[in-house]
């Protein structure tokens, strides 16, 4: 499980995160949700060591994160697909597939791994030739989801990856992302603005407002009251 305790970060004077803590259970997808703004994006690059943490903690299976290099994510287990979906785009799709392999030491990148990611993405499988540029924007999540799957990660932590993608490619993206954490025991964190999809699939979420935990239970709570979907969910 990811522990975070009383995480606190800053950009200068702006506290863009205060006191967050929660746990994200092993096997399960936990929805980070919040406005522009409230600090989700904040929270996944302070535990994976990319913004540095002014106090607290973040651990996975009780090993320290945020004081752990970024690039050493990998070998612990944890797989970071930020926002925006970056590849290289002169490369080809099955090129960009095996860089994800590579953080994990695993220099070739085998056979065995990229099989796995085609059975799993039958639209990368279809243009693994293809040049990463040419992908559509659902094509192009797809790549990098499977690309830091190639590391075999554990744990998944995910930056709003439905954004500006049409409803029909969320939907078979988060089913994906479903059948993973169902299959493999995957934990995941997921970052959305997307509140009511990622609620459909998440078994948990936490709220964040101005770099403040204000809600952190059950999804079905989350998506059931009316209140909070009003005030902090935008459903
Ligand atoms: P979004 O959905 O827009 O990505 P978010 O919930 O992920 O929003 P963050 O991007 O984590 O929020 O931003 C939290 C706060 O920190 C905001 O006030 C933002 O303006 C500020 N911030 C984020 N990145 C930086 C930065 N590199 N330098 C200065 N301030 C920043």
Redesign the pocket.
């Known amino acids: 499980m990811i522990e975070v305790r009383e995480l606190s970060a800053s ?2 004077a ?1 506290h ?1 995160l205060r006191d967050v803590s929660f746990t994200a259970p092993t096997g399960e997808v936990t929805a980070v949700l ?10 996944l690059r302070t535990i994976t060591g990319l913004v540095r943490a002014r106090a607290g903690s973040a651990t996975y299976d009780g090993r320290e994160l945020t004081r752990t290099a970024p690039e050493l994510m990998p070998r612990l287990g944890i797989a970071h697909v930020p ?1 925006g979906r970056g590849v290289i785009t002169e490369l080809t799709v099955e090129e960009n597939l095996r860089l994800g392999g590579l953080g994990r030491g695993r220099g070739k990148a085998g056979a065995e791994q990229l099989d796995r990611i085609y059975a799993l993405f039958p639209a990368v499988a279809d243009r693994r030739s293809a040049l990463a540029h040419t992908l559509s924007g659902g094509e192009r999540q797809m790549l990098v989801l499977g690309r830091a799957l190639m590391a075999e990660p554990t744990a998944l932590l995910l930056d ?1 990856p439905s954004l500006g993608l049409a409803p029909r490619i969320v939907a078979q993206l988060f089913e994906l992302v479903q059948t993973l954490v169902a299959e493999e025991g995957l934990t995941v964190l997921l ?1 959305e ?1 997307n509140a009511r999809s990622a609620l459909s699939i998440a078994h948990r979420g936490v709220v ?1 407002s101005l ?1 403040r935990v204000v809600v952190d239970d059950r999804a079905d709570v989350l998506a059931g009251d009316d209140q909070l979907r009003h005030a902090y969910l935008g459903f």
């Open positions: 950009y200068g702006v863009a919040g406005a522009n703004g409230a600090g989700k994006t904040t929270l926002e709003e970052v603005q964040l770099g």
